[in-house]
């Protein structure tokens, strides 16, 4: 226990140093040797950015790119930014949450006590994502995350919308907008709007058990849903059977790729074969699509970003087809998607920096709150999202039909969500 | 309650049981390494997923089905098993349990990372084509997958052919004789630390078989270890520690309760409480019925071992 302790005393003792600092800066615009004190402060200062990602763990795939967008963030920084009419050098100190919570966590208080980073960074998953805001709120740092459903970010981190944080800040979609983008794909081809589905038991699979199979059903889907499985399921014999009996055309869940991998080979061991299987957050990874073999073509996906996305970097002016493409160039890789929210959470925190009127806690959350910015996974901006806290970005679906360069490729399909994304090709039914 | 007439019993119980002959072969190496050298193998969920990579090696290498890989990953993991043993764990060994259960628990560990730095964090999957989506129909029209029952056959043989080592040959007597009393069989000119070797690599032979099948069943990666532990571990303690064909038993226990979980007492629990809560108890049912049998029975069904 005392281990555990130990982070809360230090995060209260650098509120405690915040608030002298913000102290000693208003004592400043009256006393005059604090103002002569601080020139020469700045000339050795670097800007600290800390980013936290699973690049270990059962989620690794998520942080995949990590090493690929650092190193063309910190090309594109060489020179250093401007802050406030001064040139800093920006140093970025990534950590690997390993895909566990706890180090998340920890990790991020390293970054708070030791490293002492001006704004914190976090991106993909709960269980990444919410720890690394926590512990950033609790100390007053800024912090900026993406890549996590924005319910699951905001009420798994138990916020009051009416308050909502004061620190931390989150940009991607919401589970409505999954619910919707799923629902306009089921209603471009024929079915028997039958959907079954089943759930991860994990903070999103849990999230979206309690929000989708509503949301299905208030818009004329009947839902044969069989709740939450846990994440050492072998055998979804039971589930497929009931799927079958009230002869579901549309298959719906959370999976884990493996997960998704047994339960789609046992529906074809018993002979379930609906028409359209649309598994989130299982087959983001084209690794995984590859996993299932020849069925896996037709999957439908939810999309976040693609190189098809027509956004552009403020940081290195670069569209997104073109990061794809020096990706595969550099890494002999097909592109993923958090490829392109890992580089936007850099960029945002740049403009951020950039803004801020002051190298101090509170300038730079203000420069947050006013964030208006072109980034490379669309326009970001804390004023007009559905919380406080939260700026919404763009999704649409997506299937994945057989590729040119590489085994399958990632098709947008359906894009009334967002009509400013270009469609690659129409949808299809799975063939029986 | 009318879907309770619409239960199909023959096939929730055919599943169930098959799914305890993946159990049963998962359980193999670990209940051999403890029955013969009380040696709780933390990493096998580990060396399972190993296994599987190498056997990825083979068949991008040579092309052949997956099923062909078995024949040389299979002795390349029994010398591997030995090395670990002469290496490493015959150090280990001792009175007390613990050091080689925290060994392993390292080994895990780096296995984990070395897959990771080296395979990255890809899903993988060996590709079986047209085998791993076909079925037949038995009578009762219970449809049943042709690969789990290949793998529920492999247990069998696997149990089988080690029944006969064990009973049957001069090794085994020697494998049981240490297993019954190290110290007496050393009297009688065994070399304990040399057997411990051979049966550490017939136990990863019989990992490296797992693997191939579970390789083939479903996706992997460098971290999906330690989900076959917990099943294989419960399949090793409900049949009894040491016993063969209790593992065997103790999978199938395990396999037709979660089956019945999903199919049964999921969905009486979702009546009763109006709330999908099926797949739940699935698993749950599972970790139940393994707790009963160690309430009722704490050495397993069928105890081999009493110290």
């Known amino acids: 226990m005392k281990t555990e302790n130990k982070p809360e005393q230090k995060s209260a003792n650098r509120g405690r140093r915040n608030t002298l600092k913000t102290l000693a800066v208003g004592a400043g615009t009256l006393a005059a040797p604090v103002l002569m004190l601080k020139p020469a402060h700045a000339q050795s200062r670097t800007i600290k950015i800390g980013f936290v990602s699973p690049q270990t763990g059962p989620i690794a795939a998520f942080g995949e790119a990590d090493k690929f967008v650092l190193d063309g963030v910190k090309a594109a920084l060489a020179k250093g930014i401007n802050v406030a009419g001064k040139n800093y050098p920006v140093e970025i100190i990534s950590k690997d949450s390993q895909s566990n919570p706890n180090r998340a966590a920890e990790v991020t208080n390293q970054l708070i006590n030791n490293d002492k980073c001006d704004i914190i960074l976090g991106s993909s998953t709960s269980d990444t994502v919410n720890p690394v805001a926590s512990q950033c709120e609790l100390a007053g740092v800024p912090c900026i995350t993406s890549d996590n459903p924005w319910q699951a970010y905001f009420f798994g981190r138990k916020g009051d919308p009416k308050k909502g944080f004061e620190w931390t800040y989150h940009f991607f979609w919401g589970f409505d907008t999954i619910a919707e983008v799923f629902m306009n794909m089921w209603e471009s081809v024929p079915n028997n709007k039958v959907v079954g589905t089943l759930f991860s038991n994990d903070p999103d699979g849990i999230a979206a058990n309690e929000g989708l199979p509503g949301a299905f059903k208030a818009r004329g889907f009947s839902v044969v849903n069989q709740g939450l499985y846990t994440g050492t399921t072998n055998d979804f014999s039971a589930q497929i059977a009931a799927f079958r009996k009230a002869n579901a055309e549309i298959v719906m869940g959370v999976f884990t790729p493996p997960a998704f991998a047994t339960f789609w080979t046992q529906c074809g061991q018993q002979g379930f074969r609906p028409k359209i299987a649309t598994p989130a957050k299982a087959l983001l990874f084209p690794s995984a699509v590859e996993a299932l073999g020849a069925r896996g073509a037709g999957m439908t996906t939810e999309v976040w970003w693609s190189p098809s996305h027509p956004f552009k970097s403020g940081l290195t002016n670069q569209t997104a087809r073109q990061i794809c493409d020096e990706y595969t160039k550099v890494t002999k890789r097909q592109w993923t998607q958090p490829l392109g929210f890992k580089h936007a959470t850099l960029e945002v925190a740049i403009d951020v920096l950039k803004r801020a009127k002051a190298l101090d806690a509170a300038s730079i959350r203000d420069a947050i709150v006013a964030t208006n910015y072109q980034s490379l996974v669309g326009p970001i901006q804390w004023k007009t999202g559905p919380v406080k806290n939260v700026c919404l970005t763009p999704l649409v679906g997506g299937q994945w039909k057989p590729g040119k360069n590489f085994k399958y490729d990632l098709h947008i399909v359906n894009n009334l969500s967002a009509k400013n994304i270009p469609i690659d090709s129409k949808m299809d039914a799975l063939k029986s | ?307």
């Not at chain 2, 984990?112 to 080296?118: K, S, Y």
């Not at chain 2, 696997?158 to 009973?167: F, W």
């Not at chain 2, 000119?189 to 078989?209: D, E, Q, S």
């Not at chain 2, 395990?254 to 089956?259: D, E, F, H, K």
Request: aromatic share 8%.
């Open chain 2, 1 to 307: 309650m009318s879907w309770i007439s619409d239960i199909d019993w023959a096939g929730v119980l055919i599943q169930g049981a098959l799914i305890g002959g993946l159990y049963a072969l998962f359980a193999i190496g670990l209940s051999l390494a403890f029955g013969i050298m009380r040696l709780v193998n933390i990493a096998h969920g580990d060396l399972i997923v190993l296994c599987a990579y190498v056997a990825m090696i083979v068949v991008n290498a040579t092309g052949v089905h997956p099923l062909w890989s078995i024949a040389v990953v299979v002795p390349v993991m029994f010398v591997a098993g030995y090395l670990m043993q002469r290496s490493l764990l015959n150090f280990t060994l001792g009175p007390s349990i613990l050091p080689p259960l925290l060994v392993t628990f390292g080994i895990s560990v780096i296995i984990q990372n070395v897959l990771l730095e080296v395979f990255g964090a890809d899903t993988r999957r060996l590709n079986a084509g047209a085998m791993e989506t076909a079925s037949i129909t038995l009578p009762g029209d219970v449809t049943v997958g042709v690969f789990p029952l290949v793998i529920f056959s492999v247990a069998l043989l696997s149990l089988g052919s080690l029944q006969y080592l064990l009973y049957r040959t001069k090794l085994g007597r020697a494998f049981r004789a240490t297993s019954d009393d190290a110290g007496t069989a050393e009297l009688v000119g065994i070399n304990n630390r040399h057997l411990y070797c051979v049966a550490m690599g017939i136990a990863m032979a019989f990992t490296a078989l797992a693997a191939v099948l579970f390789s083939i069943r479903t996706s992997f990666d460098p971290s999906s270890g330690a989900i076959n532990l917990i099943f294989a571990f419960e399949a090793v303690i409900i049949g009894g520690l040491g016993s063969l064909w209790g593992t065997l038993v103790g999978g199938i226990i395990l396999g037709v309760s979660q089956s019945l979980g999903g199919s049964v007492v999921g969905p009486l629990v979702s009546d009763l409480i109006g709330n999908p809560v099926a797949a739940q108890w699935q698993i749950l049912t599972g970790h139940i019925v393994f707790i009963i049998v160690l309430i009722v029975k704490p050495d397993g069904l069928f105890p081999r071992i009493r110290d």
